[in-house]
């Protein structure tokens, strides 16, 4: 397993996880990192991705309410996810893309997945 994503659960309208992706090997610190997202019947979509330089892009659906960040240390992505809203509920994936990538908010630019976890969020 190359990327793997935790920290997803049931919370309710408001409230706030912190989604993890732990990648299996020290070379995506020199990846850009991205997390997506994708709910029942609809495509996946951007959420928010960190540069290998620390650089962060969001959606604008997410913008002030989550945060990405990584620990290159630990070889960690996290996505801290605040202010939950019904419609976030979704499986959230964590993906790497290689540096140079032409645009992070595109699921072809990545080159690795993690398997998903998922967040539901009660009204």
């Known amino acids: 397993v190359q990327l793997q994503a935790s920290g997803g659960g049931l919370v309710q309208a408001g409230g706030s996880l912190r989604l993890s992706c732990a990648a299996s090997?020290?070379?995506?610190?020199?990846?850009?990192m991205g997390w997506f997202r994708q709910a029942p019947g609809k495509e996946r979509e951007f959420v928010a991705a960190?540069?290998?330089?620390?650089?962060?892009y969001y959606a604008d659906s997410v913008k002030g309410r989550f945060t990405i960040a990584r620990d290159k240390a630990v070889n960690m992505v996290y996505l801290q996810v605040n202010s939950l809203k019904p419609e976030d509920a979704a499986v959230y994936y964590c993906?790497?893309?290689?540096?140079?990538?032409?645009?992070?908010?595109?699921?072809?630019?990545?080159?690795?997945w993690g398997q998903g976890t998922l967040v539901t969020v009660s009204s």
């Open positions: 090997e020290r070379r995506f610190n020199n990846y850009n």
């Open positions: 993906a790497a893309a290689a540096k140079g990538s032409p645009s992070l908010s595109t699921t072809s630019t990545y080159n690795y």
């Open positions: 960190i540069t290998w330089i620390g650089g962060t």
